[in-house]
């Protein structure tokens, strides 16, 4: 069911679809059962707006006195205005109930009695519906997935870019750039729907909000150009030119390959990293806690948490692309038309 106002009124002429709840008693009109059908639902909060941003930006040119080379330093800064911020609510009654413990490592939780027994666990941790095992114990009857779709003010981003630039001259013209990148953001929306975009961002707790470091900011970047011309053929000139980036990895987060909270998602929970030995249960074992402490040793970025691991945690190796191109150009051509070029990439 979806819910949509206009003008601050609801229009009772125009009633919200509502699907048809079977023609068990007990479930028609209000759902008292667990086994009622149950209705998946999207509200968009009455005063949301579209995303927006605020920018500034500071720059400064100066031509040095060396063969016409310009050198640029710009600063740019972007602070959300509105953003979206997507919630889950189903897990929720009307009363508002819905937490049933806190984690060990702080993190509200939402499984049902069987849930919280580490006795139930199967090979990829609490699964729902194994042995028991339900989550989001206080959802209502008849209740689906609800996803609330308001704003959110929280997230920003600064860029620092330095360069220099020569212009061509009788042959020869190059740059090279430098930006380095900081973000933050509630959530990326890199999804089509509010259930994948939910879904996919990583959080700590439910409906937290927090403005975490983006994990699509390339953090140092690093680009250079070199072009050459040459006339081979009478006034016939032909053009190479190279293109070359450099940049650092692009963040990452640890997460739990199952739903660790009990809110139904399966891929968004951030791992916890344990304070030591004993400090969990492990389903392998002491063999498993053994190997687990081995691979933490190697991973210092993800062992400098004892705690809930932040989004991101670390980052992927550099990379670095180069890319050539050849271009002849016709003196009959007009200098403006487009010429064919020749790409090597690696």
């Known amino acids: 069911m979806q819910y949509e106002e206009f003008g601050g009124a609801f229009q009772p ?70 953003a979206i911020f997507i919630q889950r609510l189903d897990p929720y009654n009307a009363a508002g109930q819905g937490v049933t413990a806190i984690g060990p490592d702080g993190r509200e939780l939402f499984w049902n009695d069987a849930g919280l027994d580490p006795a139930n666990t199967g090979s990829f941790g609490m699964s729902n519906g194994t042995n028991g095992a339900f989550n989001r ?10 996803f609330l779709i308001s704003n959110t003010d929280k997230g920003e981003s600064n860029q620092f870019t330095v360069s220099l ?43 937290e909000g927090v403005a975490y470091d983006s994990r699509y900011a390339i953090k140092d970047r690093i680009t250079g150009t070199v072009q050459w011309k040459h006339n081979f053929f009478g006034d016939n000139e032909t053009r190479v030119a190279m293109f070359y980036e450099g940049r650092s990895g692009r963040p990452f987060s640890y997460i739990f390959r199952n739903d660790a909270n009990g809110d139904n998602g399966a891929f968004n929970d951030l791992f916890y990293v344990p304070n030591g030995p004993g400090d ?65 990439t690696s």
């Open 137 to 146: 114990a206080f959802r209502p009857n008849g209740v689906g997935d609800v």
């Open 165 to 207: 630039d020569r212009a061509m001259g009788d042959a020869w013209a190059w740059s090279l750039a430098y930006t380095y990148t900081e973000a933050t953001d509630v959530s990326p929306m890199t999804s089509s729907t509010n259930s994948s975009n939910w879904g996919s961002n990583l959080i700590g707790n439910l409906n």
């Open 13 to 82: 002429t125009v009633p919200p679809y509502i699907p048809a709840s079977g023609t068990d008693p007990a479930c028609t009109p209000i759902p008292t059962l667990p086994s009622c059908p149950r209705q998946n639902v999207d509200i968009i909060a009455p005063d949301f707006a579209l995303p927006s941003v605020w920018k500034a930006n500071i720059a400064f040119d100066h031509e040095l006195p060396w063969h016409g080379i310009v050198f640029t330093a710009e600063f740019l800064h972007t602070q959300v205005k509105d």
């Open 280 to 344: 969990v249960i492990w389903t392998g074992g002491a063999a498993m806690e053994e190997s687990f402490f081995e691979y933490l040793a190697q991973n210092p970025e993800l062992a400098a948490y004892c705690a809930v691991s932040p989004r991101p945690t670390a980052s992927a190796p550099t990379s670095s692309t180069t890319s050539t191109c050849a271009s002849p150009r016709s003196s009959r051509a007009s200098r403006k038309a487009t010429s064919p070029c020749w790409r090597s």
